[in-house]
């Protein structure tokens, strides 16, 4: 069964910085992707970043480049995020999701197959 399971996630000032883990298990295959998303209250979900661990792609939304690094632990099945100066705007619930069929970071809006339960992540200005 894959399971993921986010961490990382708490209250930081304005120009502060996170680091978010997503910890992955069950994984029968070594094609797959690896997407992190974000919702804030009343707004849709939308995608941050995505990490290919078939090709080790990554892209990011224009609204975190330059500020947020996804990184890959395979050794310990984990993903991460680094998000440095954090900004109030980047207040949301995070979320990874996994995908074992469309495993290169195409697009954010396909039918990820696996979700983590989320975790909340807090700016203060």
């Known amino acids: 069964e894959v399971q993921l399971v986010e961490s990382g996630g708490g209250l930081v000032q304005a120009g502060g910085s996170l680091r978010l883990s997503c910890a992955a298990s069950?994984?029968?295959?070594?094609?797959?992707?690896i997407g992190w998303f974000r919702q804030a209250p009343g707004k849709e979900r939308e995608g941050v970043s995505c990490?290919?661990?078939?090709?080790?792609?990554?892209i990011y939304a224009d609204s975190v480049k330059g500020r947020f690094t996804i990184s890959s632990d395979n050794a310990n099945d984990t993903v991460y995020l680094q998000m440095n100066s954090l900004k109030p705007e980047d207040t949301a619930v995070y979320y990874c999701?996994?995908?074992?069929?469309?495993?290169?970071?195409?697009?954010?809006?396909?039918?990820?197959?696996?979700w983590g339960q989320g975790t909340q992540v807090t700016v203060s200005s």
């Open positions: 999701a996994a995908d074992f069929i469309d495993y290169f970071c195409s697009a954010y809006g396909r039918p990820w197959e696996f």
């Open positions: 069950g994984f029968t295959s070594d094609d797959y992707a």
């Open positions: 990490i290919s661990n078939t090709d080790g792609s990554s």
